[in-house]
């Protein structure tokens, strides 16, 4: 007796006690094992859109499939799976490499055959159709209700508020007094990351109750809510070729007045877009610091991975520093420790360091790591593991526990493997590795776009922990170097040992 669950899904919790609600999907697959004679095995449902990718059961249900635990899935209408063509396919392609089926209640097709292949796909493109036209009729509607009554109806910008669900938007004064200090902050010139870090400072924390970070204070800034008026149609999302979902904002959006109060007044407003309009076309600050910086290219910090932040003076600072920018940009908020190195610091015990390595030549540099033989003594063991196979399907065939055929179709593809690792390996070791008499002279007589350039050639990351400066080597000069070297950072960033560090 084959074992079937169902796997139910609704949109809402309203369609979930209504209409065709999870209860209801359950019972109709109960009655589908009674009239053919299947082994009820339980059911997996969702509340979640049918456009969402993340769907906790559906998951669940993939993963058990795949510890074969089932051999039939149930569902109510193809469209149940997803409202998404790529989705629906994906999730059957999967079912169906584990040797599960999938049947459809109400739309009685086999999936096994040519004809049951087309009508899947059929089913799937009206599901999406569908999808595609009920999001067209909710945009109208809501629209209209922009137009017409200056209705906000997305979930509230942060300093608002609803008493009730659909209910208009009402100012709450405390967050709204922060939203006035941004605006006010940014009107100054203040930029974005000190705005941050004022936010985070203070204690203040978002509508989902998380830190605040660069890109959340440039959406409160960017927001026409604050001045009492509504858009619609300013962000869009659109599905891949791979099914995921992106959203982007556009220029060309709807822009009405709403019914609820302004925050900030329209002065300040504008003040505010015009400097994010004066800085359009500009590089990044990452771009732009590279320029200057060279470790910004390559710096990470050892702790959480994030890249490094550059801060040229203030707090007495008479060099440029570096500190993680996780920790720089939410305001001491989970701070990582790793703390703050001078770039001056990092520079000379990162190029001293390389120095003495790229002075001299391979063979005679001292505690140098050999080259790398992993890979090619990896080959070697899977080619023995690949004859000692082709052995055992000869004694097999010779025995008669398989037939002739069987065995030569094993050894002939065991033998196509062995003759692809038989070949040159792809990952050879590169050509003998850069000699550099004088690194030091070489970066002293170099301009800071240049030694950026170098920093790239040699590094793949130079990555700061509490103790130590961890280099790691491109993959070129891994494999004379070893992959990484490491070294031990300074005790005092004013002491002998650094000011000995300095190479420029």
């Not at 006010?184 to 941050?196: K, L, T």
Request: contains cysteine.
């Amino acid at each position: 007796m084959k074992r079937l669950v169902v796997y139910a899904r609704v949109s809402t919790e309203g369609q979930a006690r209504e209409g065709v609600s999870l209860d209801a999907q359950v019972a109709m697959a109960r009655e589908y094992c009674q009239r053919h004679g299947y082994e009820y095995a339980g059911d997996y449902t969702d509340v979640a859109s049918g456009r969402k990718d993340a769907r906790p059961m559906l998951a669940q249900l993939l993963k058990d499939a795949k510890a074969h635990r089932f051999e039939m899935v149930a569902v109510y209408r193809l469209d149940r799976l997803g409202r998404s063509l790529v989705k629906t396919l994906q999730v059957v392609g999967d079912l169906s490499d584990t040797g599960v089926s999938l049947v459809s209640m109400t739309q009685p097709f086999e999936i096994s055959g040519a004809m049951g292949k087309l009508l899947l796909a059929i089913y799937a493109s009206f599901a999406e159709m569908e999808s595609e036209a009920i999001g067209a009729r909710i945009r109208d509607a809501r629209r209209r209700l922009v137009v017409t009554k200056g209705r906000h109806y997305a979930t509230p910008p942060f300093g608002y508020r609803r008493e009730e669900k659909g209910g208009p938007l009402l100012v709450d004064e405390e967050k709204a007094e922060h939203v006035r200090w941004m605006f006010r902050q940014a009107a100054e010139g203040v930029g974005m990351p000190s705005i941050c870090m004022g936010l985070n400072g203070q204690g203040v924390r978002t509508n989902t109750g998380g830190s605040w970070s660069v890109p959340a204070v440039r959406v409160v800034l960017m927001n026409p809510a604050y001045l009492g008026r509504i858009t619609h149609g300013r962000k869009i999302s659109q599905r891949t070729s791979q099914g995921e979902i992106k959203r982007r904002f556009v220029a060309d959006y709807l822009l009405a007045e709403g019914e609820h109060e302004a925050i900030v007044d329209e002065k300040t407003w504008q003040a505010v877009q015009a400097l994010f309009e004066a800085r359009k076309g500009r590089p990044s600050r990452t771009i732009a610091g590279e320029r200057k910086h060279p470790w910004l290219a390559v710096g990470r910090c050892g702790e959480c991975g994030a890249r490094l932040s550059v801060h040229t003076g203030g707090k007495g600072r008479k060099y440029p520093s570096y500190e993680c920018h996780r920790h720089f940009q939410q305001a001491h908020i989970d701070r990582c420790g790793v703390g703050i190195i001078s770039e001056r610091i990092l520079t000379g015990l990162v190029i001293r360091g390389a120095a003495k390595i790229l002075a001299q030549d391979l063979g005679k540099a001292k505690g140098r790591a050999k080259p790398k033989q992993r890979a090619i003594e990896d080959r070697a063991k899977q080619i023995a593991r690949i004859d000692a196979a082709i052995d055992v399907e000869k004694r097999l065939a010779r025995s008669f526990a398989q037939s002739p055929e069987e065995a030569a179709r094993n050894i002939a593809e065991l033998t196509r493997q062995k003759e692809a690792l038989a070949g040159p390996p792809p990952d050879q070791p590169p050509g003998p590795p850069p000699v550099i008499p004088d690194l030091v002279s070489t970066w002293r007589d170099l301009e800071p776009h240049q030694r950026a350039g170098l920093v790239r050639t040699l590094f793949s990351a130079v990555r700061i922990t509490r103790e130590a400066v961890v280099v790691e080597w491109t993959p070129d000069l891994a494999w004379h170097f070893g992959d990484s070297m490491t070294l031990p950072r300074p005790a005092s960033p004013t002491g002998r040992e650094s000011r000995a560090l300095t190479i420029v």
